[in-house]
Nanobody, 122 residues
């Protein structure tokens, strides 16, 4: 069972920065088809895809308005990914979630963390 834990959320002023972390236990036992993805969600709306980080550390961004302000990266330990958020805006206020897809031949399983809240004030 993979445990996914996000951290680093909190309050920030507009224009400020925060860095979120997501650690997935057992991720190093997953194969190279696995990945970790950042999403965010505001009440009443669906989850918005932000960035996927493949097992090899390649980051793929969605077409959201955070492109250019947010950066996804992977720690050398591979089982932790980060979301560096710069030039924060009040519209970035949301719950941020990390999804881990762990593939172990022949199947893949999806695990979600509990989320970490980010609140940006003007």
């Amino acid at each position: 069972q993979v445990q996914v834990v996000e951290s680093g959320g909190g309050s920030a002023r507009a224009g400020g920065s925060l860095t979120l972390s997501c650690t997935a236990s057992e991720y190093t036992n997953c194969n190279t088809n696995s990945d970790m993805t950042w999403y965010r969600q505001v009440p009443g709306k669906g989850r918005e895809f932000l960035v996927r980080i493949d097992y090899d550390g390649t980051a793929t961004y969605g077409d959201s308005l955070v492109k250019g302000r947010f950066t996804g990266s992977q720690a050398n330990t591979r089982n932790t990914v980060y979301l560096q958020m710069n030039n924060l805006k009040p519209d970035d206020t949301a719950m941020y979630f990390c999804k881990t897809i762990c593939c172990r031949t022949p199947t893949c399983a999806t695990y979600w963390g509990q989320g970490t809240q980010v609140t940006v004030s003007s």
